[in-house]
């Protein structure tokens, strides 16, 4: 393994997940593999369908949800930021 490069220390978890459009459009589903203050790991079936920027929903109805930006890609996973809010309405 290369050099750490994360400000935060991520811890492990196994939770699953549902990635949206700024419109509420769904994008699918993911499993979060490790989350942190200001990102997250998430394993994807096709990391180049996930956009750039998207909406991570963390709980069962929607109300738990993270303003994601794709800072890295592989075949299975992408590694997000964490946003500012920017005052996200439930869809």
Same mark, same amino acid.
């Given at each position: 393994?290369g050099?750490?490069?994360?400000?935060? %220390?991520?811890r492990?978890?196994?939770?699953a #997940?549902?990635?949206v459009?700024s +419109?509420g459009?769904? =994008?699918?589903?993911?499993?979060?593999?490790?989350v942190?203050r %200001?990102?997250?790991?998430?394993r994807?079936? #096709?990391?180049?369908?996930?956009? +750039?920027?998207?909406? =991570?929903l963390?709980?069962?109805?929607g109300?738990l949800?993270?303003q994601?930006?794709?800072?890295w890609?592989s075949?299975?996973?992408v590694?997000?930021?964490?946003l500012p809010?920017?005052?996200?309405?439930e869809?």
């Amino acid at each position: 393994m290369g050099p750490e490069h994360r400000k935060d %220390t991520r811890r492990i978890v196994r939770q699953a #997940a549902r990635m949206v459009c700024s +419109d509420g459009s769904g =994008l699918g589903t993911c499993l979060m593999i490790d989350v942190s203050r %200001t990102g997250a790991r998430l394993r994807v079936d #096709a990391s180049d369908a996930v956009p +750039d920027e998207f909406i =991570l929903l963390l709980s069962h109805d929607g109300k738990l949800r993270r303003q994601c930006a794709v800072a890295w890609r592989s075949l299975t996973a992408v590694g997000v930021h964490f946003l500012p809010d920017r005052s996200i309405k439930e869809k």
